[in-house]
């Protein structure tokens, strides 16, 4: 069964740095991974997906990373920004399943 | 982009009653829609997948006469929550897979209370 894992839980920096999200997966057999995005009380938003024949994704300050032999992706955020506060979660989608196992999430406080 | 709509977005009932949730792409097809559940401070689990034309799809544990799920057509999906109990109470999260390809788009989720 795939799980997925994301570590830290809470992360609380100041504005400006950079910083880095884990995720985690037991299974290396999947179709893509997705990193999302999640304000309080509200839906998702996709932020970078990276298919398994991928290396690493890039969208403006965020980039992604994802290394399907070890069970690894990354999400590393640069010049972080006080609207950058959210739960991210990242998602697996299981190859020839075609759903997603998200892992807990992680919680991101940048103070101004 | 994609836009994927959920109505109510809240919605508070009495104990033992019925609601019903929507999920509607208002601007592509999907073909497969999956219906999502979090608790507070919790990730996402997946209750069930929704095929249009056909049964739905449950998770272990899911209970499929309690979650009634019907996808009549390429851009609707219902989620009825029969006989409501308190433990029901949680967020509501659908999304929809344009149809022939393998991309993802979520609605803005449904906050049900059952009192």
């Known amino acids: 069964k795939q799980e997925v894992t994301q570590i830290p839980a809470a992360l609380s920096v100041p504005e400006g740095e950079n910083l880095v999200l884990n995720c985690s997966f037991t299974?290396?057999?999947?179709?893509?991974l997705q990193w999302f995005r999640q304000d309080p009380g509200k839906g998702l938003t996709s932020l970078l997906l990276?298919?398994?024949?991928?290396r690493e994704q890039t969208s403006g300050r965020l980039n992604a990373s994802l290394d399907k032999s070890s069970g690894r992706s990354t999400l590393y955020i640069a010049a972080s920004q006080p609207g950058d506060s959210a739960t991210y979660l990242c998602?697996?989608?299981?190859?020839?399943?075609?759903?997603?196992?998200f892992g807990q999430g992680t919680r991101l406080t940048i103070n101004p | 982009g994609a836009v994927v709509s959920q109505h109510p977005s809240w919605v508070i009932c009495k104990s033992g009653t019925s609601v019903k949730i929507e999920c509607r792409s208002l601007?592509?097809?999907?073909?497969?829609m999956f219906w999502y559940r979090q608790f507070p401070k919790q990730s996402l689990m997946l209750m069930a997948t929704?095929?249009?034309?056909?049964?739905?799809?449950?998770e272990q544990g899911v209970e499929k006469d309690k979650f009634l799920i019907n996808h009549a057509s390429l851009t609707l999906s219902t989620l009825t929550v029969t006989s409501a109990h308190p433990e029901d109470s949680s967020f509501y999260i659908c999304?929809?897979?344009?149809?022939?390809?393998?991309?993802?788009?979520f609605g803005p989720g449904t906050r049900l209370t059952v009192l």
């Open positions: 999304s929809a897979r344009v149809a022939g390809t393998d991309t993802q788009y």
């Open positions: 299974d290396s057999a999947i179709y893509n």
């Open positions: 990276i298919q398994s024949s991928q």
């Open positions: 998602a697996v989608n299981l190859q020839g399943a075609q759903k997603l196992v």
């Open positions: 601007d592509f097809q999907a073909t497969t």
């Open positions: 929704s095929n249009e034309g056909s049964k739905a799809t449950y």
